[in-house]
């Protein structure tokens, strides 16, 4: 008989959070700019329309796609929500730390626009609403999001609740006593 000790880290294999909120607002200098709940209907409802995850917008740096099943996009009362699986690659890793520290916690999205309308703040500024976009093409976890009410962050085992920590990564310990038969 002997004692077999296991350690395993929950590092995260998966961000989620919302690449867009909707009613937030984007101040582009001459304009504030924001999102109806409508904007991604028709974009997520595109079968054609393959939206990938790339990191700071850099297309050479992909992190996930919707066709291959990494990247999980839906919209709820509060925005396009997302989820995406991490790539064991060096920005994978990278990203994944900054995320972890909380030094990257925005995101941001590429798409071409469709129906928008225009109007004015209370405050007299001008206000653009897209309404729909005619194609969503990319969502990114970003150092400097223009809409600051977005988030990411980092999980794992997404489906099985976990007790409330401290913030700090979880060490999950596990000793078992194993009996083999004589011989072995």
Do not use: C
């Not at 071409?112 to 609403?129: F, K, M, S, V």
Request: net charge negative.
């Amino acid at each position: 008989m002997f004692s077999v000790e296991l350690r395993s880290e929950i590092s995260g294999n998966t961000l989620s959070g919302y690449a867009a909120v909707f009613g937030a607002y984007a101040d582009f200098g001459s304009y504030l700019e924001t999102l109806a709940p409508t904007a991604f209907d028709a974009a997520l409802a595109d079968p054609a329309n393959d939206v990938r995850a790339y990191y700071q917008h850099d297309s050479s740096m992909l992190l996930a796609r919707q066709s291959s099943g990494t990247l999980r996009l839906r919209t709820d009362s509060t925005g396009l929500h997302f989820d995406l699986h991490i790539p064991d690659t060096s920005y994978g890793h990278d990203l994944r730390e900054l995320v972890r520290r909380g030094d990257l916690s925005g995101m941001s999205f590429g798409f071409i626009a469709g129906q928008e309308d225009w109007g004015r703040t209370p405050d007299g500024r001008e206000l653009r609403t897209h309404t729909s976009v005619a194609r969503l093409v990319e969502v990114s976890p970003v150092t400097a999001p223009a809409y600051s009410a977005t988030s990411v962050q980092l999980r794992s085992l997404a489906d099985i609740p976990l007790p409330a920590t401290d913030g700090r990564t979880q060490l999950i310990r596990a000793r078992a006593r194993v009996n083999l038969p004589k011989g072995q």
